[in-house]
C-alpha cells in the first residue's frame, strides 16, 4: 500500500513540478514561496499583526493573537516534532530530473511546513474575519501548490500539512472557545451571587 502511494504521490509530483512547467510559473511561484524570507514582507506581516492587536476590535484582536499563538504552535511541533520522527526526504534529492527552482533546503520533507503554518493560520483568521475567508483558504493553497511547483515538496507533503495545520488551528480554536466559555460561567456566576 505504502509502495502504491509512492508512486502515485511521484506521478502527481512529476506531474505539478514538470508536465504544469511555464515561465510565468516559472518566476511566479518561487517569488511566492519564498514570501515568508522577504525583509519587506517580514516587516508589513508584522506591521499589520502589531496594528490588528493595537487599534482593532475585539475580533481582530483575538485573530492576530490566537494566529501568534497558532503559529508558534504548529510550526514548532512540524519542525522539531513530526519531521524529525519521520525523516521524510525531499523529492529534489530522491528524484532526478527535478525541476528545481529554488535551493533544496536541508530540512525533511513530510510535511510541509508552510502547508502547516499557512492552514493553521487560515483557520484561525478565518473563524474570526469569516468575510475573507476564501481569500486566506486561497492563499494557503497556492502556497501548497507552489511548494511542489518549485520542486522542493511532493504533493502528500503539502497535503498532510494542510490537514496537519488545519487540526492545529482548530485545537487552539477548541482550547480558546472552552476558555471563554468557562470565563463567561464564572462571571454569569459571581453576577449572579452579587444581585442575591
Given at each position: 500500500m505504502l509502495d502504491y502511494l509512492n508512486v502515485v504521490d511521484t506521478a502527481i509530483f512529476r506531474f505539478m513540478n514538470a508536465s504544469l512547467s511555464n515561465p510565468v510559473f516559472d518566476k511566479l511561484m518561487p517569488f511566492l514561496t519564498d514570501l515568508n524570507k522577504q525583509r519587506l514582507v517580514l516587516v508589513i506581516t508584522a506591521t499589520l499583526l502589531l496594528w490588528m492587536?493595537?487599534?482593532?476590535?475585539?475580533?481582530?484582536r483575538l485573530a492576530a493573537i490566537l494566529l501568534i499563538v497558532t503559529i508558534i504552535i504548529s510550526d514548532q511541533l512540524n519542525s522539531s516534532v513530526i519531521k524529525f520522527w519521520l525523516l521524510s526526504q525531499r523529492p529534489c534529492r530522491t528524484l532526478q530530473h527535478v525541476h528545481l527552482l529554488v535551493p533544496c533546503g536541508s530540512g525533511y520533507s513530510f510535511p510541509?511546513?508552510?502547508?502547516?503554518?499557512?492552514?493553521?493560520?487560515?483557520?484561525i483568521l478565518s473563524f474570526f474575519l469569516p468575510r475573507a475567508k476564501w481569500w486566506f483558504f486561497g492563499y494557503a493553497a497556492?502556497?501548497?501548490?507552489?511548494?511542489?511547483?518549485?520542486g522542493v515538496h511532493y504533493p502528500f507533503d503539502v497535503i498532510g500539512g494542510g490537514v496537519i495545520g488545519l487540526l492545529c488551528g482548530g485545537?487552539?480554536?477548541l482550547v480558546f472557545l472552552g476558555l471563554e466559555n468557562l470565563w463567561y460561567r464564572t462571571m454569569h456566576r459571581k453576577l449572579q451571587k452579587g444581585n442575591s
Open positions: 492587536i493595537i487599534r482593532g476590535n475585539k475580533s481582530v510541509s511546513s508552510h502547508a502547516v503554518n499557512n492552514f493553521a493560520g487560515a483557520i497556492i502556497i501548497a501548490f507552489s511548494r511542489v511547483y518549485v485545537f487552539v480554536l
